[in-house]
């Protein structure tokens, strides 16, 4: 079955330590997003990926960085300069050109800085 | 800017009507709509374009009024399994269904419904 996924599912880091959350996708869709989720504040995006190596700043980049060497990956650090990092982190990708312009969903990384 | 939705929280009893809503400070191409389940993934609902086309999907529908930059979501004869929280997204101006762009999404509206 197709679809998005994203591990770990839960993670504990220290702060100061940078970590990586992963987004693979099967679905062949050439466009992903990183959102973050906080109570009381919806989603909130991060970065977004419209093809292979090239990506943008979403609204709330600043203490993350990304990379798309490959079309079906999309891995999102969260690095020390992030200064509120406990979040649910969700990915997403969607179909370009021949596309309705939803949104597939992962079922997120709850990410908690102790 | 994140677009506004309101009510914040809405509690029904089922076969209930409740309507959302969402606005926005900015210019709107596209509105779309997603429920996310407790610990599950946000799930599209629909998508609106510029045009103040009205859509629907069962029981639940809504509008766009592009001149009033806001959305409406209608859930009519409600049933236990819309509880969740609701988000509209939206398209700024130069918005494709085709480009990969990015959304903005609201901060959602929690949805409950009981027997």
């Known amino acids: 079955d197709g679809g998005i996924t994203q591990s770990p599912k839960y993670l504990f880091r220290k702060e100061g330590q940078n970590v990586t959350l992963s987004c693979e996708q099967n679905?062949?869709?050439?466009?992903m997003y990183w959102y973050r989720q906080d109570p009381g504040q919806g989603l909130r995006l991060i970065y977004y990926?419209?093809?292979?190596?090239?990506?943008q700043k979403g609204d709330i980049a600043e203490g993350y960085s990304v990379s798309r060497e490959k079309k079906e990956s999309f891995p999102l650090t969260v690095t020390s300069a992030q200064k509120n990092p406990t979040a649910f982190y969700l990915c997403?990708?969607?179909?370009?050109?021949?596309?309705?312009?939803?949104?597939?969903f992962g079922e997120g990384s709850r990410l908690t800085v102790l | 800017q994140q677009p506004v939705q309101s009510p914040q929280a809405v509690i029904l009893r089922e076969g209930e009507d409740a309507v959302i809503n969402c606005s926005s400070s900015k210019a709107l191409y596209s509105v779309h709509w997603y429920r996310q389940k407790h610990g599950e993934a946000p799930v599209f609902l629909m998508i609106l374009l510029k045009g103040g086309e009205q859509k629907g999907h069962e029981k639940i529908s809504a509008s766009f009024n592009e001149k009033k930059q806001q959305s409406s979501l209608y859930l009519t004869a409600s049933q236990l399994s819309y509880s969740g929280t609701y988000f509209c997204?939206?398209?700024?101006?130069?918005?494709?269904?085709?480009?990969?762009?990015?959304?903005?999404f609201g901060t959602g509206t929690r949805l409950a419904v009981r027997p």
């Open positions: 990926s419209q093809i292979v190596n090239d990506f």
């Open positions: 997204g939206t398209g700024a101006e130069g918005w494709k269904k085709s480009s990969g762009d990015k959304l903005t």
């Open positions: 997403a990708s969607s179909i370009v050109n021949s596309g309705s312009g939803e949104l597939f």
């Open positions: 679905l062949n869709h050439d466009a």
